[in-house]
């Protein structure tokens, strides 16, 4: 079955720790998109990639990093830098570079710091 | 910037009803419009889209009009069920140099009663 993974879908993180948040896809698409959901708001990008070795900062990218080494997977990890890390993440993938694209989305990883 | 703005929820129907979302969008250009529905714990699902204005959006029964004249895309089904309850978001996407980004709005929790 083709689809977006993400793991763990639950994760707990002292305080000054980084972590990283996996999403892997075989769909086969060139884009992928992390998002930060947050209690009653909507989804805000952190960070995205178009395509292989190659990412741009989103809305809100300060205290994350990403790469992009293989196209099928888009590792996301929240430094120590980020202040209120505690929220829902989700991973997307699209086919990419098309106007209307429909963007895929992954089960989702709650990160909680303790 | 682009926005999207939704109807506040919480919206609590009984099985059968119909149901209205309302979305208004602000964007620069002329944008592609999603509906995404999230059921508990999960990622976002595509419940349907529309590229252009007048196209009509529409999957198990829901349907949404992209009305450029009044910028909005409401969603509306005619009888809803208990297995409709989710979060509902309106998003908007808008091309630049190829990189589709969406824009959510902050979702409206829908709950239908037996």
């Known amino acids: 079955d083709g689809g977006i993974t993400q793991s763990p879908k639950y994760l707990f993180r002292k305080e000054g720790q980084n972590v990283t948040l996996s999403c892997e896809q075989n769909l086969n698409h060139d884009a992928m998109y992390w998002y930060r959901q947050d209690p009653g708001q909507g989804l805000r990008l952190i960070y995205y990639?178009?395509?292989?070795?190659?990412?741009q900062k989103g809305d809100i990218a300060e205290g994350y990093s990403v790469s992009r080494e293989k196209k099928e997977s888009f590792p996301l990890t929240v430094t120590s830098a980020q202040k209120n890390p505690t929220a829902f993440y989700l991973c997307?993938?699209?086919?990419?570079?098309?106007?209307?694209?429909?963007?895929?989305f992954g089960p989702g990883t709650r990160l909680t710091v303790l | 910037g682009n926005s999207v703005t939704q109807m506040e929820g919480p919206v609590t129907l009984s099985e059968e009803a119909f149901l209205t979302i309302n979305c208004t969008y602000t964007?620069?250009?002329?944008?592609?419009l999603f509906w995404y529905v999230q059921y508990p714990g999960e990622g976002l699902q595509l419940l349907l889209k529309?590229?252009?204005?007048?196209d009509k959006g529409s999957n198990k029964g829901f349907e949404a009009t992209y009305r450029k004249e009044t910028t909005s895309f409401h969603l509306e089904k005619g009888s809803v069920q208990v297995s409709d309850s989710a979060v509902y978001f309106c998003a908007l996407s808008e091309s630049n140099f190829g990189n589709e980004k969406l824009t959510f709005g902050t979702g409206t929790r829908l709950t239908i009663i037996p």
């Open positions: 997307a993938s699209s086919i990419g570079q098309r106007e209307g694209d429909t963007q895929y």
């Open positions: 529309a590229t252009k204005a007048d």
């Open positions: 990639s178009q395509i292989v070795n190659d990412f």
């Open positions: 964007a620069t250009g002329y944008p592609s």
